[in-house]
């Protein structure tokens, strides 16, 4: 099916020369491009605020991320035109680094995480002002509310209160239990502080390195924005499912305190308590 060009308008896409280069992901939503050797993120799940988050980080950094050359929603379907970075995924060489180039992807990455969180927001969502995307808004639809989505928020106690928004939604006739009680009591002890940009799927998929092992590209800001500071660490961490990236993360993203990693942990479990997960 034929895509038109949102830089133009009038440049017409013919996808059947175009080469899937997701076929092992959910959505499958990557494109080659072969004929202007560009790539295409097109889905459903797909939306403007990503292009707009590499933008902001190619703009105001120096970490490294594909060129954005339009983007566009049309019909529920987000369509986004960016070059093509070769390289291979980190997650293919973890295993296989020796302890000078680990330690040179680690310093790398490092760098490019202090200079994005660096970067402030004066609310807590999506670029463009929109709902957030942080993994607490992210699990099985709220009871009753399939499209319920959650943010942007003006400060962090609007966002600690839409964490037990979230909690509450979650709950058969939204209704609170003890154990909830005091979960909610130490969500709101949280406190207050400002928005920082965040990544928010940090993978060893979504860092591209070349032959020499060197970071190349970071992918992938479908749900990237504003957010608490913490959020970096415990997304990248809670998700890791490798022994070796699990240590990295550790010099690459500012640890949280144990404690707060513990209350985060509690109240994802929390969250799909009755999702039959």
């Not at 120096?62 to 093509?84: L, T």
């Amino acid at each position: 099916m034929p895509v038109v060009l949102d830089t133009d308008l009038t440049t017409v896409v013919d996808m059947t020369r175009a080469k899937n280069i997701a076929v092992d992901k959910i959505d499958k939503s990557l494109w080659h491009l072969q004929d202007s050797d560009r790539i295409l993120k097109r889905g459903p799940n797909v939306k403007v605020s990503e292009a707009e988050a590499l933008r902001f980080v190619a703009s105001l950094t120096h970490v490294p991320v594909p060129q954005v050359f339009g983007a566009y929603e049309k019909d529920g379907i987000g369509n986004i035109f960016m070059s093509r970075v070769k390289g291979r995924p980190l997650y293919d060489v973890l295993y296989i680094m020796d302890e000078v180039q680990m330690e040179r992807v680690t310093e790398q990455l490092s760098g490019f995480v202090r200079s994005w969180m660096d970067l402030r927001g004066d609310f807590f969502g999506s670029m463009g002002f929109k709902p957030c995307h942080d993994i607490f808004f992210q699990h099985l639809p709220a009871i009753n509310m399939p499209h319920r989505e959650y943010g942007p928020f003006r400060s962090r106690t609007e966002y600690c209160n839409g964490l037990i928004d979230a909690l509450q939604n979650s709950r058969p006739n939204g209704l609170f239990d003890a154990n909830d009680a005091h979960l909610i009591e130490r969500i709101q002890r949280l406190g207050d502080g400002c928005a920082v940009f965040c990544h928010g799927d940090l993978t060893p998929d979504n860092i591209l390195v070349d032959d020499q092992l060197n970071v190349v590209a970071v992918v992938d800001m479908g749900v990237s924005g504003f957010s608490i500071p913490e959020r970096e660490y415990f997304e990248a961490k809670s998700r890791a499912r490798n022994a070796v990236w699990s240590s990295m993360i550790d010099r690459i993203i500012p640890k949280i305190p144990d404690g707060t990693y513990a209350l985060l942990s509690e109240l994802e479990l929390e969250l799909v308590r009755y999702s039959g997960l």
